[in-house]
């Protein structure tokens, strides 16, 4: 895959999972279990997840 490709790809990835953090948010769900969601979903660590988190926070 190129760069410019893969650069694509992980922006819609990004953009995916804040959407998601977001809607989890407006439900009012506790951050553990967005965390938990996120990880699943998309294969994220914690550290990563976390940081995915705070950008949202």
Request: include cysteine; charge should be negative.
């Amino acid at each position: 895959m190129c760069n410019l490709s893969k650069g694509v790809e992980e922006k819609g990835i990004e953009t995916g999972i804040i959407a998601m953090i977001s809607a989890f948010k407006e439900l009012q769900i506790a951050d553990d279990i967005i965390l938990s969601k996120i990880r699943e979903k998309f294969g994220l660590t914690q550290e990563s997840a976390e940081t995915y988190l705070i950008k949202i926070s």
